[in-house]
């Protein structure tokens, strides 16, 4: 596709709840990364993705969140056991093609209650 | 980790003024990248540097990666409405990073 694109745009849900968010890439682009962004911070690191695999997951909070690119193109990110400190908007980005910059998504704003 | 102070935190301006924002950070990065987000958007790309000393323009904006590398300074000449938004500017700090360390942003309003 054109952009980024990433579903849902929202979702809420009530705590403990399971939720999946995706993202679909750039087409051809072999990076992708999930960001969180928590209302007034800047967006902030979860998962990095070369291909298939996560090349680095230093950033995912605990071990309810996980996210997987089975083909290397979409991804999923999915948190288990949803609690209200989750509500933030989760960005993907996706690089390739000889650039080195991140395009972003418009994300997925999640909202637990 | 790495943190980036960013100043101020929001600023309201007349239209037609200048604005500059800036970036610090305790420690160095390679790329310093500035960006835009318009609400219920993601982060868009306005300029990126990439060594230190650099004085890149993009239209009205001008932004530049300090000499210690690890501040930049961001400045938007004559402002117009559609200027409204936040802007964060990011660091990338080796070769071959690719995890993106990013400021809490400057909001800016513009007054017609």
């Known amino acids: 596709g054109a952009g980024v694109s990433q579903t849902p745009s929202n979702k809420v849900t009530e705590k403990g709840k399971y939720v999946e968010l995706r993202c679909d890439p750039i087409?051809?682009?072999?990076?992708l990364y999930w960001y969180r962004q928590s209302l007034g911070q800047g967006p902030e690191f979860l998962i990095y993705?070369?291909?298939?695999?996560?090349?680095?997951d230093s950033g995912l909070p605990n071990d309810r969140f996980f996210a997987v690119r089975p083909e290397g193109s979409v991804s999923t990110l999915k948190i288990q056991r949803t609690e209200r400190g989750d509500s933030a908007v989760y960005l993907c980005a996706t690089k390739g093609g000889g650039a080195n910059v991140l395009t972003f998504g418009a994300g997925s704003r999640l909202t637990v209650l | 980790g790495q943190q980036l102070n960013q100043s101020p935190q929001s600023m309201f301006i007349q239209e037609g003024e200048d604005v500059s924002m800036n970036c610090t950070s305790s420690s160095i990065f390679n790329t310093w990248l500035w960006y835009k987000q318009d609400p219920g958007e993601g982060p868009v790309l306005l300029i990126a540097?990439?060594?230190?000393?650099e004085l890149t323009s993009n239209g009205r904006l001008t932004a530049q990666f300090g000499i210690t590398r690890k501040d930049s300074f961001l400045n938007i000449s004559a402002s117009i409405p559609s200027d409204v938004g936040i802007y964060f500017c990011?660091?990338?700090?080796?070769?071959?990073?690719?995890?993106?360390?990013f400021g809490k942003g400057t909001k800016l309003s513009v007054i017609p």
């Open positions: 990011a660091g990338l700090s080796g070769a071959g990073s690719y995890q993106l360390t």
């Open positions: 087409s051809g682009h072999t990076a």
């Open positions: 993705f070369q291909g298939t695999g996560a090349a680095d």
């Open positions: 540097l990439y060594k230190a000393g």
